[in-house]
T-cell receptor, first 114, second 116 residues
């Protein structure tokens, strides 16, 4: 069965510090990989995606992620966080089985402190 | 342009009642998804439609849950004989499917269901 594991439920970090949010997945079919962000009292929105090609992808707000096929990981990073990055971050896997079923991880709450 | 619209934004009902939640996707998006998000959890897949037909309904928890999309646009999620455990935020998302399929989902703000 396919699954997505986000290894940290909460990540507290000081402003301007670097951060990494970890994501591992398992799948028997090819996948597309995504990170979505949910700001307080808002809907989910796409942060970045990996479809093919370069394994390092860049998204909005200075975030980037690297696809590692051998480790089945897609960790999200930002070199310097801001207070406004405080949000819930979800890793997601879309199974390319002719249809597009997307499975989400449980989420990581990033809390940026001044 | 308009995004994904969900109504109602909040619904409080009593155990045993019937509930309908509506989703109006982005115009032209052929794929439509329903998810359920409980407090502190990620979105849990329920069902997705490709056009009018349910392409995958493997996430519906039991036969009290049913969804339709009769004209390939608006969808309604129907919950019969609601239980307290059904309380959650129900999310709808749509996606553009075509020659270039990226799988990106566009979400509505959700319908918060509370079953007393």
């Amino acid at each position: 069965a396919q699954s997505v594991t986000q290894l940290d439920s909460q990540v507290p970090v000081f402003e301007e510090a670097p951060v990494e949010l970890r994501c591992n997945y398992s799948s028997s079919v090819s996948v597309y990989l995504f990170w979505y962000v949910q700001y307080p009292n808002q809907g989910l929105q796409l942060l970045l995606k990996y479809l093919s090609g370069s394994t390092l992808v860049k998204g909005i707000n200075g975030f980037e992620a690297e696809f590692n096929k051998s480790q089945t990981s897609f960790h999200l990073r930002k070199p310097s966080v801001h207070i406004s990055d405080t949000a819930e971050y979800f890793c997601a896997v879309t199974l390319n089985t002719g249809g597009f079923k997307t499975i989400f991880g449980a989420g990581t709450r990033l809390f940026v402190k001044a | 342009g308009a995004g994904v619209s969900q109504t109602p934004s909040n619904k409080v009902t009593e155990k045993g009642k019937y509930v309908e939640l509506r989703c109006d996707p982005i115009s032209g998006h052929t794929a439509l998804y329903w998810y359920r998000q409980s407090l502190g959890q990620g979105p849990e897949f329920l069902i997705y439609f490709q056009g009018t037909g349910a392409a995958d309904d493997s996430g519906l928890p039991n036969d009290r849950f049913f969804a339709v999309r009769p004209e390939g646009s608006v969808s309604t999620l129907k919950i019969q004989r609601t239980e307290r455990g059904d309380s959650a935020v129900y999310l709808c998302a749509s996606s553009l499917m075509g020659t270039v399929n990226t799988g990106e989902l566009f979400f509505g703000e959700g319908s918060r269901l509370t079953v007393l």
